[in-house]
């Protein structure tokens, strides 16, 4: 069964840096892209960017390139979102998810997302 | 930066059609992918490569695309499908992907 499992929800204050993590099993860790999204309170969904954990391949969306840090650590399966300093619109939840490759004509694609983790709510305040 | 456009919101009665659009320019070459998200939950893929259902989502949902639109089909619709329904894609380039600002279903 695949499963990306999330840290916990984190308390912070403006200024402080932070690295949330999302841990991927039941699937072969360094085959799929994974994936961050923002969703701050009452809003919609953000891609915010993507990592290949085999080689760590990233891509950022305009938006949040130079805000947070997007890595990778194959041998331990994991993912990971960081700030080097937090600000108060940095409250939100955040998703890590798994992008499913597709293939055509003997050429694989990245994909769109097939599973989610569970979400870590991050709350940034003085 | 590349965008794709849904309506806000959609309210149908029980048992009607809602038929939900979204709207990008590199459609007619990128996949779309829909996700349904509850109040409170994480996202739950619905459609994937415009319109192949994975396991476990009802035949009443289905996804098509014709030219610059995909469009998220429910028959029949019923209360327990209310929730924000957002489409995924990518640019032309294929490097950075999008989610259109989602659609809240109601139903009732």
């Known amino acids: 069964e695949v499963q990306l499992v999330q840290s916990g929800p984190e308390v912070k204050k403006p200024g402080e840096s932070l690295k949330i993590s999302c841990k991927g099993s039941?699937?072969?860790?360094?085959?799929?892209?994974i994936g961050w999204v923002r969703q701050m309170p009452g809003k919609g969904l953000e891609w915010m960017g993507i990592?290949?954990?085999?080689?760590?391949?990233?891509r950022y969306s305009p938006s949040f390139q130079g805000q947070v840090t997007v890595s990778a650590d194959k041998s331990i399966s994991t993912a990971y979102l960081q700030w080097s300093s937090l600000k108060a619109s940095d409250t939100a939840m955040y998703y890590c998810?798994?992008?499913?490759?597709?293939?055509?004509?003997?050429?694989?694609?990245?994909?769109?997302?097939?599973?989610w983790g569970q979400g870590t709510l991050v709350t940034v305040s003085s | 930066s590349y965008e794709l456009t849904q309506p806000p919101s959609l309210s149908v009665s029980p048992g009607q059609t809602a038929r939900i659009t979204c709207s990008g320019d590199?459609?007619?070459?990128?996949?779309a992918y829909w996700y349904r998200q509850k109040s409170d939950q994480a996202p739950v893929l619905v459609i994937y490569?415009?319109?192949k259902r994975p396991s476990g989502i009802p035949e009443r949902v289905s996804g098509s695309t014709s030219g610059t639109m995909a469009t998220l089909t429910i028959s029949g619709a019923q209360v327990e499908d209310e929730a924000d329904y957002y489409c995924?894609?990518?640019?032309?380039?294929?490097?950075?992907?999008?989610f259109g600002g989602g659609t809240k279903l109601t139903v009732l």
């Open positions: 998810a798994r992008h499913a490759p597709y293939c055509s004509d003997d050429i694989c694609y990245t994909g769109g997302i097939d599973y």
């Open positions: 039941g699937y072969s860790f360094t085959n799929y892209w």
């Open positions: 995924y894609s990518t640019d032309s380039s294929g490097y950075h992907w999008v």
């Open positions: 990592i290949h954990p085999s080689d760590s391949d990233t």
């Open positions: 490569e415009d319109s």
């Open positions: 590199a459609l007619p070459k990128k996949y």
